[in-house]
């Protein structure tokens, strides 16, 4: 079946542009995370979506930083005014439930010019 | 809270084994995880211990002790294509609530 999907695969944008990520997970899965990892590093948690609770964003490194969810199908992940620092690979990766194996996306690389 | 760690890095040669471990610190346990990721590509789940004991898949076994809050990956008959990052994660006791992965150990392996 359909596994998780990210769009755009590769993304290249100006310092102080805005970007927009998006994730489609696979149906059914209540869960959904949103992560950064940049070259060589490990995965850096972004923020969590949990069926109708309230999102953990405990993660997000700044308030240009935000990420939506519509129920429990897409989300996009935004980056307002990118820096250079902002340059990774986005993953997104969702669950049946909470706690259980999670599905990565392809990710999306950012790189901010 | 959590506190996941792993050795950064780990080289092996083919044919070898190599054990990569993984000891954590959290305020409650449900379970740790283990995930490969090759260089470019998404992680992919490989193993999921929630009770004491090793539990083998193949050529990979995934060791728990809760008591010590330690956990390994064994890796047999290494080949060339097992040179990836191995993700440890912990899974907390409320099931909604969100994994913790710790930061990976890279993992080379000369032929």
């Known amino acids: 079946g359909a596994g998780v999907s990210q769009s755009p695969s590769n993304k290249v944008t100006e310092k102080g542009k805005d970007v927009e990520l998006r994730c489609d997970p696979i149906s059914g899965h209540t869960a959904l995370y949103w992560y950064r990892q940049r070259l060589g590093q490990g995965l850096e948690f972004l923020i969590y979506?949990?069926?109708?609770?309230?999102?953990?964003k405990s993660g997000l490194p700044s308030d240009r930083f935000s990420a939506e969810r519509t129920g429990e199908s897409v989300s996009t992940l935004t980056i307002q005014r990118t820096q250079q620092e902002d340059s990774a690979v986005y993953l997104c990766?969702?669950?049946?439930?909470?706690?259980?194996?999670?599905?990565f996306g392809p990710g999306t690389r950012l790189t901010v010019t | 809270g959590q506190n996941i760690d792993q050795p950064t890095e780990m080289t092996a040669t083919e044919g070898a084994i190599v054990q990569i471990n993984c000891t954590y610190q959290?305020?409650?346990?449900?379970?740790l995880f283990w995930y490969q990721q090759h260089a470019g590509e998404a992680p992919t789940f490989l193993s999921y211990n929630v009770l004491d004991g090793l539990e083998e898949k193949g050529r990979f076994s995934s060791f728990l002790s809760r008591s010590k809050g330690y956990s390994y990956l064994l890796l047999k008959e290494l080949q060339m294509k097992d040179s990836a990052s191995y993700l440890c994660a912990v899974r907390p006791p409320n099931r909604d609530d969100k994994i913790i992965f710790g930061k990976g150990t890279r993992l080379h392996i000369l032929p």
């Open positions: 979506f949990q069926g109708n609770s309230a999102p953990d």
């Open positions: 990766a969702s669950t049946i439930a909470g706690g259980d194996e999670q599905y």
């Open positions: 959290t305020s409650g346990f449900n379970g």
